[in-house]
């Protein structure tokens, strides 16, 4: 499996969005936490408190975001095993002329409706 990690050079910085719940704990605090990484958390008094740590948590944490391109592992057709197999048949031409002859019949009945 080939691995390709894409990464932008900009000279201005991508801002990043981030979903975040914010949650009136029991003890009085208000706590902010990014909804998919419960670890990225602040809390503080006030919910604006609990915000302006969760930014501080994640400016320190120098998030980068990357495109990961995969290439798929080459995988051969799984009808290419029943290629060919009928080469040596001696009734293999009667019946390519028959579809032929079948195919041909029904272009002409199509033409006339």
């Known amino acids: 499996m080939n691995l390709t990690v894409k990464t932008a050079h900009l ?3 991508p801002k990043l969005t981030y979903d975040v719940l914010i949650e009136n704990q029991q003890n009085g605090e208000v706590s902010a936490i990014v909804l998919g990484l ?6 503080g008094v006030t919910k604006e408190e609990a915000l ?3 930014i501080q948590l994640l400016q320190e944490q120098k998030p980068e975001i ?3 391109e995969i290439e798929l592992p080459q995988t051969e ?3 290419m095993n029943f290629s060919g197999m009928h080469k040596n048949n001696p009734l293999f031409a ?3 002329e028959y579809i032929e002859a079948e195919r041909s019949q029904v272009d ?3 033409e006339t409706k």
């Not at 419960?38 to 809390?43: I, L, M, Q, T, V």
Request: charged letters at 25%; aromatic letters at 8%.
């Open 11 to 13: 000279t201005t910085a």
């Open 94 to 96: 009667e019946t390519v």
């Open 77 to 79: 057709h799984p009808w």
């Open 66 to 68: 990357v495109t990961l």
């Open 38 to 43: 419960p670890d990225f958390k602040g809390s």
């Open 108 to 110: 002409l009945e199509n």
């Open 52 to 54: 302006e740590k969760l």
